[in-house]
């Protein structure tokens, strides 16, 4: 099966590439141009996973016309130009989509916060409604990207002092892993709405001090609310809930031919820093 990543230069993009599909990073496809799209699209791939997004959620709030464009409008023609060739479509979602203190289920009625929130949301629902699969997703990390996590696992390695949320609860989960279940829901056949985490929940301070026990590095931190950080709003609790993920695609052949167990986001983490 022909599996056309775009957004691969991102960090889910990334993990996807290395689990054996062909990317494009944005430099080479953007989504929004979509005379380029229907000529990718020509050319015939079997399915699509749609790694590309304004993803910056402080970013967003300074850029909503383009946040808009990226995640809503040009996700709505793929899907679209998707459905009119007969190629699947993976796009990904984001639990920002959903707020709520209960475990996060796929039927829940969305009720996002914020643009990039916003924006995702209605990108998510225009797939949908063009028949493409929607994974939400969560927390995604890995120690060589240089996102929040290696940044900040970084400076506790030089000796600083690093500020961390105590008061935002979701789910570690790391981006091979992700690629696995998106390359599983790529060669299933079920399509609507899905959620895939690890299990378990933690805060980001609780996150980063088990990174850190794990790696032997000081952990020096000084606890801080969502409300300090400014920016974005962020849910207090979000934990999505993968039951019909694993029901719909786990049957199915995933990139490495088995199965995908969801393990503990702390246990996860152990394996990933242990390389
Ligand atoms: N990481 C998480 O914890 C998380 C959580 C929930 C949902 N998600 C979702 O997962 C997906 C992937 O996110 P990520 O974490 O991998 O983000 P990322 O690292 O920022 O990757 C997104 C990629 O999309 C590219 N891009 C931006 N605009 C584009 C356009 N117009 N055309 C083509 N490519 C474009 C970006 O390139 P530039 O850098 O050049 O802009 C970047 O390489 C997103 O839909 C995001 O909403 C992620």
């Known amino acids: 099966m022909k599996v056309l990543v775009t957004g691969a230069g991102g960090l889910i993009g990334q993990a996807l590439v290395r689990a054996g599909a062909t990317g494009l990073t944005h430099k080479q496809l953007d989504i929004t141009d979509q005379g ?20 910056g959620v402080d970013k967003a709030e300074q850029q909503p016309e383009r946040t808009e464009a990226v995640n809503h409008h040009a ?10 060739r007969g190629i699947r479509l ?20 969305p009720a996002p916060v914020g643009v990039y929130a916003t924006s995702k949301s209605r990108g ?7 028949g493409a699969v929607v994974v939400r997703v969560q927390w995604v990390y ?16 030089q000796g600083r002092t690093v500020s961390l949320v105590t008061d935002q609860v979701g789910t570690p989960t790391p981006a091979d892993l992700v690629a696995r ?11 609507g709405l899905f959620h895939l985490a690890c299990l378990g929940e933690t805060t980001p ?10 790696l032997h590095l000081p952990f020096s931190a000084r606890p801080i609310t969502r409300a300090d950080l400014g920016g974005a709003p962020r849910p207090a609790r979000s934990v999505l809930n993968s039951d019909r993920f694993l029901a719909a ?27």
């Open 90 to 109: 993976v796009h990904i979602g984001t639990d920002y989509s959903l707020n709520s203190d209960a475990d996060l289920v796929p039927e829940m009625t």
């Open 142 to 157: 890995h120690p060589d990207h240089t996102g929040f996590f290696a940044r900040t696992l970084a400076a506790l390695a």
């Open 124 to 130: 998510e629902q225009a797939a949908a409604a063009h």
């Open 205 to 214: 301070w609780g996150w980063i001090e088990a990174a850190a026990q794990q």
């Open 36 to 55: 380029a799209l229907a000529e990718l699209l020509d050319a015939g791939p079997n399915c699509v996973i749609n790694a590309a997004a304004q993803a």
């Open 181 to 191: 279940g998106l390359l599983m829901a790529a060669a299933g056949t079920q399509t």
């Open 75 to 84: 996700v709505a023609a793929l899907a679209r130009a998707c459905q009119q």
């Open 249 to 275: 695609f786990t049957g199915a052949p995933g990139s490495d031919g088995e199965g995908l167990v969801l393990p503990r986001w702390d246990v996860a983490l152990g394996d990933v820093l242990e390389g």
